[in-house]
């Protein structure tokens, strides 16, 4: 077993992101993230790798696009605002099939908002965020060791299928620290496949690399579109990922990602003092959405009712709904603004709703 | 029978899709050439802009990216930053790299990054249709200033090269322009050498290519030329600004 060592959220990203292959690193400074781009300006140079602190955030996610499209691991860390401002990029790298990995430690918003962590950038994240018919892998560490896993994951995922992936945090995940251990866990082997259509330079020995979104004839963008459907159905079938805790014979269940995974762990212990016993669905990848596990909740005779939990006003529990299917009552809990809930607030709303006490 | 003119290898056969009189074709023609001279073909990366170049990648035969509005030297850089190796060049219009990209061509340019960029100023928006430019003359009638520009409402047209040059990452900075056959040499002139200064790492280079837009300006080819001789070049002023300039910090 390797040593354990304590490091900081943000920190980790970086560490991950090196230990993944990545060598490239484009960013600009937001809190709550910056000891990510702070990390990797002095560990990128060891590893023989290139760390440049972009103009802006549109430059950032630009130069992660010529990177990408080069054929380099690379990725750019921002939080929410500057994830914002990237959302043109993101839809060209996402439009032109170009591999990179995303992080956003999510504040709060809208506006320039504030500081502390959050999760309102769920809608964002999941549904588009810039224009177009296109999608985002985005996965949702809970734990330090769970970012370290995923961030190595997430450039595998990005690699096999030619996509950007995001990993979504929160400023909770980034400022805190852990004791880790800095190999990713398990590494599923993937088959990732060449990238032999990276603009490196063409000397004749193969067609030229192109790589663009602009189609002017609606039926050949309609064409490259399907194409890309096709692509978003298969990472559907094949990549959701959750964990379910005691959700068998429980009376309700709590669905809750990333921090407010952690804080639901809290809200179960406590509830079973009051016995009520709780059951967690944890999503890992918010999309795809682990919308079947959430299915089978709606048919389990012992659930009462089912609770998102956010820290936001409410964005994940609308793919809640859309998975219970009107089955079981679906009620939310959350505080927004960079607030973070409190187990005994939650509880307190869940013994409202089962009207026990 | 000796063959005495004929397509550069780094095009390819396919027709241009520019308006009549339009220089964006022999501005590529150039741009060929020279690629061709310095038999640098099969290292070359081409980024393209949004803006009537914006599908030079039918014409330039080479790898090319397209980039999103007027962020080119951006995604040069992301390139350069992969292949330090390999010559990365931009082509953008006036309204791609002097109005909604100013900041990355300004910071590619203070990076000294080993970019090259071929900049069309045709004093308008050509493709969505002929609106104001950052760079369009004042008293110029366009789509967006049917009276002319008006230095009270919209300001003072921007002189990119010379503000370019005041940055010490830029090594070569010139103005050129392809209104005559003589000035057509010069300008080719200037892009081998801006080429030339990113192959020996010199640091940032740019060409500014006075050009027409026929179309837009509502005047025959013939007339657009001399309209661009009598209007653009006395405030543009033609010349290599800097060469070998400063800028030269070791990556
Ligand atoms: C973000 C964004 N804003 C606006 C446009 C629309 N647009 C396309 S080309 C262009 C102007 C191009 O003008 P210029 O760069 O001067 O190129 P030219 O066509 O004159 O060569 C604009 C505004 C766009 N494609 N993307
Ligand atoms: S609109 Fe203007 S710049 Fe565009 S192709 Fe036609 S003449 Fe050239
Ligand atoms: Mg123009």
Redesign the interface.
């Known amino acids: 077993m390797a040593q354990k060592v304590l490091i900081k959220g943000n920190e980790a990203i970086g560490e991950a992101a090196i230990m993944a292959g990545c060598r ?1 690193f ?1 960013g600009y400074p937001i809190t709550p993230q910056n000891e990510v781009a702070e990390y990797i300006s002095k560990r990128m140079p060891e590893a023989g790798g ?1 760390f ?1 602190q ?3 955030e ?3 996610i ?11 691991r ?1 990725m750019t860390s921002s939080s929410s605002p500057g994830i914002s401002l990237m959302q ?2 993101i839809s ?1 790298i996402a439009a ?1 099939e170009l591999p990179c990995l995303i992080v956003n430690v999510m504040r709060g918003g809208p506006g320039l908002g504030g500081i502390q962590p959050s999760q309102a950038d769920y809608f964002q994240a999941t549904k588009g965020g810039g224009h177009g018919d296109y999608r985002l892998v985005v996965l949702a560490p809970s734990t330090i060791q769970e970012m370290i896993d995923l961030i190595v994951e997430g450039f595998d995922i990005a690699d096999q299928y030619r996509n950007p992936v995001m990993i979504l945090a929160d400023g909770m995940l980034g400022q805190m620290m852990e004791p880790v251990v800095l190999e990713p866990k398990k590494r599923i082997e993937r088959q990732l496949p060449a990238k032999d259509w990276a ?6 020995s193969r067609p ?7 189609f002017m004839i609606p039926e050949q963008l309609e064409q490259r579109n399907l194409i890309l459907i096709d692509k978003y159905k298969r990472i559907e079938q094949n990549e959701v990922q959750y964990q379910s805790i005691d959700i068998e014979g429980s009376d309700v269940v709590l669905v809750a990602y990333g921090t407010m995974a952690r804080i639901a762990r809290t809200v179960a212990k406590k509830a079973k003092e009051l016995g009520i016993s709780v059951g967690i669905l944890r999503p890992i990848t918010l999309w795809p959405f682990p919308y079947d596990a959430v299915a089978a909740i709606g048919d389990m005779p012992n659930v009462k009712a089912v609770f998102s939990i956010e820290m936001s006003a409410g964005q994940m529990v609308e793919d809640i709904k859309l998975g219970i299917n009107g089955k079981k009552p679906v009620y939310f809990y959350g505080r927004t603004g960079g607030m973070i809930p409190s187990p005994n607030e939650i509880l307190d709303y869940i013994c409202d709703v089962l009207e026990v006490r | 029978m000796s063959i005495i003119f004929e397509r550069p290898r780094s095009l390819t056969d396919k027709p241009f899709h520019y308006c009549p009189g339009c220089t964006h074709g022999l501005v590529h023609r150039l741009v060929a050439e020279v690629i061709d001279e310095l038999d640098i ?5 081409g ?2 802009p949004v803006g009537c170049a ?2 030079a ?1 039918d014409y330039f ?8 509005h007027g ?1 080119a030297p ?10 330090p190796d ?1 010559v990365v060049f931009t082509y953008q219009g006036d309204g791609d790299l002097a109005s909604i990209g100013m ?2 061509i ?2 590619a340019a203070a990076r000294g990054e080993r970019i090259t960029t071929i900049f069309i100023n045709n004093a308008i928006f050509g493709m969505t249709g002929g609106q104001m430019a950052p760079t369009s003359l004042l008293g110029q009638v366009t789509t967006t200033s049917p009276h002319g520009r008006d230095a009270g409402s919209a300001g003072y047209p921007i002189r990119v090269s010379e503000l370019l040059a005041t940055l010490q990452g830029a090594a070569y900075v010139a103005r050129v322009s392809v209104h005559d056959v003589k000035n057509i040499a010069r300008a080719k002139r200037s892009i081998k050498k801006a080429f030339t200064t990113q192959i020996e790492d010199k640091g940032f280079s740019i060409v500014e290519v006075l050009s027409t837009c026929p179309i837009n300006w509502g005047m025959t080819p013939a007339d657009s030329l001399k309209w661009l001789q009598d209007n653009m070049i006395p405030y543009y002023p033609l010349g290599e600004l800097k060469v070998d300039g400063e800028g030269v910090i070791n990556r």
């Not at chain 1, 030229?208 to 602009?214: H, W």
């Not at chain 2, 951006?74 to 292949?83: F, L, Q």
């Open positions: 490239h484009f290139c440049l972009a103009e802006s549109l430059a950032a630009n130069m992660v696009y010529g990177a990408a499209g080069a054929g380099a690379v043109e990029g060209y032109s603009t490196t330079g063409c000397d004749g030229r690399n192109v790589i663009n979104s602009l | 073909q099969a290292n070359t990366i980024v393209e914006v599908s990648h035969d080479i790898d090319m990216q397209e980039a999103a962020r951006a995604v040069a850089t992301g390139i350069k930053r992969v292949w390999k900041a990355e300004v910071h």
